[in-house]
């Protein structure tokens, strides 16, 4: 068996990522270039800056991924991009300049869903067990993903407005805190002595989806209301106020559908899985009921091109290659 080689790229927001990966295992090089601080004093991503930053910064990425791994493009087996969702102009640097590539090399080309690259991240830590069941938690989205087998995604909860990241960055914003703000209410939650109740959105008996607008809402009147009334509201309490409801729900949620599926394995995966809160309360609740659980470190829980190379891989072995008629897809499906 000859090891597969894919170089992934990666556009679809504001980081400007490649990386090599063999077999879909083993990271080679993982390049990341982020753009946060040429979006922080706007509050959140501008596209068009996003767009920008891909052009300037994607060959010299994809060059250094390749110098890093010490490979010539022609050792390469596959180029996987995103193809989507994301930003539109951001997609579309990637995505032409895998196309570039992969044309320029005579190599296959791969268009990876950026949430099926978010799940593979686990794979270059541990082997995946299937039936599984994948929180998708980040900036974007908010989803629960069974896969009975590799390549195979069915979304049995998501979320009906905010996803949890957006709502973590919309409370960091009235928080005065920088974005993106996730981290932050992460840090002041820990430190903090005391929580505000805000309430707990379980939607419908049943229901796997999840909402968040309307606890950002109840957050946005509570500071209203205490400014008000001349009160200092104490920035920790409502970190951690809002953080209890957010990973009380997701945490029962997830724990409920790992249940209910009888998966092998649950993984976590985006950005928001970073979170220690959340971490912690998830890790206790599949290890109390004995499902094995697991979240990738924090550099491959962020946008990275070594997901979507190690999803670009498992595409590629099941034959799933795209072709020049490829085009960034901002509403692609799982
Ligand atoms: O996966 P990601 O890098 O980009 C998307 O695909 O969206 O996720 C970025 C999101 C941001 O909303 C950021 O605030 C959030 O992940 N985030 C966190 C933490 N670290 C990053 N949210 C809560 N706690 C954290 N520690
Ligand atoms: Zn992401």
């Given at each position: 068996n000859k090891d597969i080689y894919v170089l992934g790229i990666e556009t679809s927001c504001d980081e400007t990522a490649a990386s090599i990966v063999k077999n879909g295992r083993e990271i080679i090089s993982n390049v990341v270039a982020s753009q946060i601080d040429s979006h922080k004093r706007f509050g959140g991503v501008v596209p068009e800056i996003a767009s920008r930053h891909h052009v300037e910064q994607i060959t010299l990425v994809i060059e250094e991924a390749l110098q890093r791994a010490q490979?010539?493009?022609?050792?390469?087996d596959a180029v996987a991009v995103?193809?989507?969702?994301?930003l539109v102009g951001a997609l579309l640097i990637g995505v032409n300049a895998a196309k570039a590539f992969a044309f320029a090399n005579s190599l296959p080309l791969v268009g990876v869903h950026h949430i099926a690259g978010h799940i593979y991240a686990n794979r270059l830590e541990q082997e995946m067990e299937f039936p599984l069941l994948a929180l998708v938690i980040s900036g974007g989205h908010t989803e629960l993903v069974y896969m009975k087998e590799h390549g195979s995604f069915e979304v049995i909860g998501e979320t009906r407005d905010d996803a949890a990241g957006e709502a973590y960055d919309k409370v960091a914003r009235t928080l005065n805190l920088?974005?993106?703000g996730g981290p932050h209410i992460d840090r002041l939650a820990h430190a903090s002595d005391g929580a505000i109740d805000f309430p707990r959105v379980w939607l419908e008996e049943g229901s796997y989806d999840f909402s968040f607008s309307g606890l950002k809402s109840a957050v946005l009147n509570y500071m209203h209301n205490a400014k008000q009334r001349g009160e200092v509201v104490p920035p920790e309490h409502v970190a951690a106020g809002f953080q209890n409801s957010v990973v009380e729900v997701v945490t029962a949620k997830a724990l409920r559908a790992a249940k209910e599926y009888k998966v092998h394995q649950v993984i976590a995966a985006g950005g928001v899985a970073a979170n220690k809160g959340l971490r912690t309360s998830l890790s206790g609740a599949f290890e109390q009921r004995g499902i094995p659980f697991f979240i990738p470190p924090l550099s491959l829980c962020t946008d990275n091109a070594a997901m979507i190379a190690a999803a670009g891989t498992v595409m590629f072995e099941k034959g799933l290659t795209g072709n020049m008629a490829m085009n960034g897809r901002p509403g692609m499906v799982l």
């Open positions: 490979m010539e493009p022609q050792e390469l995103t193809e989507g969702p994301g920088p974005y993106p």
